[in-house]
């Protein structure tokens, strides 16, 4: 589902998404990625003194295989609508 996304980072070493988090669910999944490319997710966590946040960047480290050091909330951390950086452990150098 996120496949674009994961092939985004490996060439550039970083992605952002826009992501509509679902506070509360049962359990934390994608559920759709809408039109516009923003990344529809419930999230397993309430939205309380940013668990809500910390269980998005626990999840999205473990689907782009990442540091949880690597995952920036840009902006939104109180909102719904989320601007999120994800950027690769891996180092790229061209030439």
Known sequence: MVSDFKLE????GEVYL?????PGAGKTQIK???DDDTIKINI????VKG???Q?????FA?????????????????????????KSDKIFIKY
């Open 18 to 22: 826009r992501v509509k988090a679902r």
């Open 55 to 59: 269980e998005l960047i626990k999840f």
């Open 62 to 86: 473990k689907e782009f295989c990442v540091k949880k050091r690597n995952i920036k909330i840009i902006s939104g951390k109180q909102d719904k609508i989320k601007l999120v950086k994800i």
């Open 44 to 47: 397993a966590a309430p939205p």
């Open 32 to 34: 759709d990625i809408l």
């Open 9 to 12: 980072l490996k060439n550039r």
């Open 51 to 53: 668990k809500a946040n």
